[in-house]
């Protein structure tokens, strides 16, 4: 049973894009569930995506290593990293699946 509440004081416009992010669904509600990691899917999917962020990083940096040896003319064999590219857009979008 709810028998606590949680005041807080908005502009008019916040809380137009309050009501536009929560579509549908009760504004209470929805505050509710994303207050309680509810919605977005916690802590676990932060962690997840932070990690993600730091794999693409790296990603990113290699990624400018092998532009930097091909602007020289040096040969660079790329295929082999592919698979690992198609495995983190997988797991990329198996995060965003659960976040919307």
Same mark, same amino acid.
């Given at each position: 049973?709810?028998? !606590?509440?949680?005041?807080?004081?908005?502009?008019?416009? !916040? $809380?137009?894009?309050?009501?536009?992010?929560?579509?549908?669904?009760?504004?209470?509600?929805?505050?509710?569930?994303?207050?309680?990691? /509810?919605?977005?899917?916690?802590?676990?999917?932060? $962690? /997840?995506?932070?990690?993600?962020? $730091?794999?693409?990083?790296?990603?990113?940096?290699?990624?400018?290593?092998?532009?930097?040896?091909?602007?020289?003319?040096?040969?660079?064999?790329?295929?082999?990293?592919?698979? !690992?590219?198609?495995?983190?857009?997988?797991?990329?979008?198996?995060?965003?699946?659960?976040?919307?």
């Amino acid at each position: 049973m709810k028998t !606590e509440t949680v005041h807080i004081r908005i502009s008019p416009e !916040e $809380q137009e894009r309050l009501r536009r992010i929560a579509g549908p669904r009760r504004l209470s509600v929805w505050c509710r569930r994303v207050l309680l990691d /509810e919605l977005a899917g916690g802590i676990s999917i932060a $962690q /997840e995506l932070l990690a993600l962020r $730091q794999e693409l990083s790296a990603i990113g940096n290699n990624l400018n290593q092998i532009a930097k040896r091909l602007n020289t003319g040096e040969q660079v064999e790329i295929a082999s990293k592919l698979p !690992e590219l198609d495995d983190l857009k997988a797991r990329i979008n198996r995060v965003l699946g659960r976040v919307r």
